[in-house]
């Protein structure tokens, strides 16, 4: 297989829950833990599994598509990189995740959840046909950080009801929201040489203001949840907190990253996200 010289030979070993697209599920989970625990909802295990693969088939999906899209030597990261050499192994990996996803939601679960589940189906495929086939060079579009924090939440929602406090989920699924948001825009920023040579758009290249406002989001966002935690109370305050201490460390994050390398900076960027371990196991 042909393989671009720009790339090491070998990724290291902390790039490949990136490369194999999980870590974007794992932050999911987590999440979809600490407000099911927040907000009394009955979560059983089957809703982690589906939230889970189905999270790692959008991306799968995404990544297969655009691996398939692209001029090898134009690709700039292992994780395209994997899914363009890799492209058959991953598809036969996806049908059949696929397929298990589908047994297991149909087998395990309600109407009313199957109904909510497949309404987020749509979004995702009209995402990923307007991401990497009508609109992916247009500047007028959507911003993608956007879309996929959007997207994101509502995985991390479907299962989350009934709950005991309509409060508690808001202010859990709007913290999620944020740093999800922050999260993506602070990566589309450090990978601006890479989405230039894919062809894509993203926020921190539809202008250089945008890029300067992006790197103040981190902090913008830790200051909203001290006052939404101010406002609210203590009641919904232990996902606020979460979010705030995630926000706090991709602003350091963002500071480092010329030090660290983009690609480090990625993979640390996603385990900020993964504040809510703490409380899950001081709960537990």
Not at 53 to 58: D, G, N
Not at 80 to 87: A, E, G, K
Not at 158 to 180: D, E, K, M, Q
Not at 231 to 242: D, K, R, T, Y
């Given at each position: 297989?042909?393989?671009?010289?720009?790339?090491?030979?070998?990724?290291?070993?902390?790039?490949?829950?990136?490369?194999?697209?999980?870590?974007?599920?794992?932050?999911?989970?987590?999440?979809?833990?600490?407000?099911?625990?927040?907000?009394?909802?009955?979560?059983?295990?089957?809703?982690a599994v589906v939230l889970a693969a189905s999270v790692w088939l959008a991306y799968a999906a995404d990544r297969l598509?655009?691996?398939?899209?692209?001029?090898?030597?134009?690709?700039?990261?292992?994780?395209?990189?994997?899914?363009?050499?890799?492209?058959?192994?991953?598809?036969?990996?996806?049908?059949?995740?696929?397929?298990?996803?589908?047994?297991?939601?149909?087998?395990?679960?309600?109407?009313?959840?199957?109904?909510?589940?497949?309404?987020?189906?749509?979004?995702?495929?009209?995402?990923?046909?307007?991401?990497?086939?009508?609109?992916?060079?247009?500047?007028?579009?959507?911003?993608?950080?956007?879309?996929?924090?959007?997207?994101?939440?509502?995985?991390?929602?479907?299962?989350?009801?009934?709950?005991?406090?309509?409060?508690?989920?808001?202010?859990?699924?709007?913290?999620?929201?944020?740093?999800?948001?922050?999260?993506?825009?602070?990566?589309?920023?450090?990978?601006?040489?890479?989405?230039?040579?894919?062809?894509?758009?993203?926020?921190?290249?539809?202008?250089?203001?945008?890029?300067?406002?992006?790197?103040?989001?981190?902090?913008?966002?830790?200051?909203?949840?001290?006052?939404?935690?101010?406002?609210?109370?203590?009641?919904?305050?232990?996902?606020?907190?979460?979010?705030?201490?995630?926000?706090?460390?991709?602003?350091?994050?963002?500071?480092?990253?010329?030090?660290?390398?983009?690609?480090?900076?990625?993979?640390?960027?996603?385990?900020?996200?993964?504040?809510?371990?703490?409380?899950?196991?001081?709960?537990?």
């Amino acid at each position: 297989p042909l393989v671009n010289s720009s790339l090491p030979v070998r990724p290291h070993w902390w790039q490949w829950p990136t490369i194999l697209s999980l870590d974007a599920p794992v932050v999911c989970l987590v999440w979809q833990a600490l407000l099911a625990r927040t907000t009394g909802a009955s979560l059983r295990w089957p809703h982690a599994v589906v939230l889970a693969a189905s999270v790692w088939l959008a991306y799968a999906a995404d990544r297969l598509l655009e691996g398939w899209r692209l001029d090898w030597r134009f690709v700039r990261t292992q994780r395209h990189h994997f899914y363009q050499r890799q492209r058959f192994v991953v598809a036969a990996a996806w049908l059949l995740i696929l397929a298990a996803n589908v047994t297991m939601a149909v087998t395990t679960m309600d109407a009313r959840e199957l109904v909510r589940g497949l309404l987020l189906v749509a979004p995702v495929l009209v995402y990923l046909l307007s991401h990497q086939f009508l609109h992916r060079a247009s500047r007028w579009r959507a911003p993608k950080e956007l879309i996929v924090a959007g997207l994101l939440t509502s995985g991390v929602a479907v299962f989350l009801w009934p709950v005991s406090s309509i409060l508690n989920l808001a202010a859990g699924l709007g913290t999620f929201a944020v740093v999800s948001f922050v999260n993506c825009a602070l990566i589309s920023s450090w990978e601006r040489e890479v989405d230039r040579s894919h062809g894509q758009t993203s926020l921190a290249l539809d202008s250089d203001q945008a890029a300067r406002l992006i790197r103040w989001l981190p902090w913008l966002a830790a200051l909203a949840g001290g006052a939404s935690i101010a406002v609210l109370g203590s009641a919904p305050g232990v996902p606020i907190a979460c979010g705030i201490l995630s926000a706090i460390l991709m602003g350091l994050l963002d500071r480092a990253e010329r030090r660290l390398g983009w690609a480090a900076a990625r993979v640390l960027a996603d385990v900020a996200l993964l504040t809510p371990i703490a409380p899950l196991l001081w709960i537990a």
